[in-house]
């Protein structure tokens, strides 16, 4: 049974930084690609950024790329999201999932964090 557990959402003023973690477990990860979406209150949800488990590669939407960044500890099954320069319009929740595709479907899910950018 895979579990996802993300953590490290809170209400942060505009032009701070948060830094979102994933705990991964239930199963060995290095075939997995794992993703971070959002979903902002009335929008579809909406794809992050990803990172190969193996070989770290990484990729981004384009309007997010330079201000959000993701890695992972494979020690810790942990993967992150760094998320700089933060704006009103990143509130959302944010969730961890992991791929067996290659990210062309997410197998599971995490149950999310609220991220708030707020004066």
């Known amino acids: 049974q895979v579990q996802l557990v993300e953590s490290g959402g809170g209400l942060v003023q505009p032009g701070g930084s948060l830094r979102l973690s994933c705990a991964a477990s239930?199963?060995?990860?290095?075939?997995?690609?794992m993703g971070w979406f959002r979903q902002a209150p009335g929008k579809e949800r909406e794809f992050v950024a990803a990172?190969?488990?193996?070989?770290?590669?990484?990729y981004y939407t384009t309007a997010l790329k330079g201000r959000f960044t993701i890695s992972r500890d494979k020690a810790k099954n942990t993967v992150y999201l760094q998320m700089n320069n933060l704006k009103p319009e990143d509130t959302a929740v944010y969730y961890c999932?992991?791929?067996?595709?290659?990210?062309?479907?997410?197998?599971?899910w995490g149950q999310g964090t609220q991220v708030t950018v707020s004066s």
């Open positions: 239930g199963r060995t990860f290095s075939n997995y690609t």
């Open positions: 990172i190969t488990w193996s070989a770290g590669s990484t």
């Open positions: 999932a992991a791929s067996l595709t290659g990210g062309l479907k997410y197998d599971y």
